[in-house]
Nanobody, 121 residues
Framework: QVQLVESGGGLVQPGGSLRLSCVAS????????MAWYRQAPGKQREWVAT???????NYADSVKGRFTISRDNAKNTVYLQMNSLKPEDTAVYYC???????????????WGQGTQVTVSS
């Protein structure tokens, strides 16, 4: 019903920057919340940042001051600008969206397939 497609991952040196994008498509009336999560090798998936349609953004302490989440509602797109990257930021980054579907007006929670971010010299 709804698809999320991430892009923008890659290999970057410590201190570098990357910008991730996530586009939502399908049966969408509105998107209440868009967020980013990440999962490092051997670790559980962890929350990174949230951008609701109404209200303020929130960040995990580990990325506060370095990462910025933003949305383009007209394009159903969420971005994650990552600056001052550290090796410990290495992970697969996943986009998450809480969507209200067209026609039925039911809610759904969706995940993208993930994009790899590797921070290494």
């Amino acid at each position: 019903q709804v698809q999320l497609v991430e892009s923008g991952g890659g290999l970057v040196q410590p201190g570098g920057s990357l910008r991730l994008s996530c586009v939502a498509s399908g049966s969408i009336f509105s998107i209440d919340v868009m967020a980013w999560y990440r999962q490092a090798p051997g670790k559980q998936r962890e929350w990174v940042a949230t951008r609701p349609s109404v209200g303020s953004t929130n960040y995990a302490d580990s990325v506060k001051g370095r990462f910025t989440i933003s949305r383009d509602n007209a394009k159903n797109t969420v971005y994650l600008q990552m600056n001052s990257l550290k090796p410990e930021d290495t992970a697969v980054y996943y986009c998450n969206a809480v969507v209200r579907h067209r026609v039925t007006m039911t809610m759904g929670n969706y995940w993208g397939q993930g994009t790899q971010v590797t921070v290494s010299s």
